[in-house]
């Protein structure tokens, strides 16, 4: 374990849940000290993917701290400085979006405005739908932003939805160790 403090954030691309559960093992195992925070929808809706009060039980069993649900538990990350860096995994197309365009309406686009004041790395693992369409601006606009680095992605369906992206949860730890270092993990596209 390290010294180093995680935010992890989370939206509601329910699909990928298994596999960011995975992925948040891993990042408490090699770090230890991971804060969970969840977009009031994620935090909220019970979907055929299963149901909000198991996965949060799980998330809190993971990282073995309640997980910030609002604004206001989210927000003292800024003035606090709580955390050496910030993940928003899985990231849907529309905190994408409000990122990118400084809305702050839920726990996670606050949490990440509140942790970029002091200047430290978001570390972005995409799941859209509409990355290559619709959100291919703001995706642009944050590849081109100081102190963002993304988890290197791929179309997960190429034929069957060929605007949509999804990030290799498998190098979210090497992109957090790049992005600690002002690095953006390479390659960044990648083929499945």
């Given at each position: 374990?390290?010294?180093?403090?995680?935010?992890?954030?989370?939206?509601?691309?329910?699909?990928?849940?298994?596999?960011?559960?995975?992925?948040l093992r891993a990042v408490k195992e090699k770090y230890g000290n991971v804060q969970?925070?969840?977009?009031?929808?994620?935090?909220?809706?019970d979907t055929r993917f299963g149901d909000a009060e198991h996965f949060i039980g799980e998330v809190e069993k993971i990282c073995g701290k309640k997980v910030f649900a609002?604004?206001?538990?989210a927000e003292p990350a800024g003035p606090k400085a709580l955390f050496?860096?910030?993940?928003?995994?899985?990231?849907?197309?529309?905190?994408?979006?409000?990122?990118?365009?400084?809305?702050?309406?839920t726990a996670v686009t606050m949490?990440?405005?509140?942790?970029?004041?002091?200047?430290?790395?978001v570390v972005i693992a995409i799941s859209t739908n509409d990355a290559l369409s619709g959100n291919a601006q703001n995706l642009g606009a944050l590849l081109n932003r100081k102190h963002f680095?993304?988890?290197?992605?791929?179309?997960?369906?190429?034929?069957?939805?060929?605007?949509?992206?999804?990030?290799?949860?498998?190098k979210l730890?090497?992109?957090?160790?790049?992005?600690?270092?002002g690095v953006q993990l390479q390659p960044l596209l990648l083929t499945k």
């Open positions: 374990m390290s010294d180093i403090r995680v935010g992890f954030a989370i939206c509601g691309s329910y699909c990928t849940y298994d596999r960011m559960l995975e992925a969970p925070i969840m977009s009031e929808n994620s935090y909220s809706t609002s604004i206001t538990e050496d860096i910030l993940i928003i995994a899985p990231c849907t197309g529309n905190t994408l979006a409000k990122i990118a365009n400084g809305i702050t309406d949490v990440c405005k509140a942790h970029l004041r002091n200047n430290r790395p680095y993304f988890v290197p992605f791929y179309q997960d369906d190429a034929a069957g939805k060929p605007n949509s992206l999804a990030a290799d949860l498998g730890c090497d992109t957090v160790d790049a992005a600690l270092k």
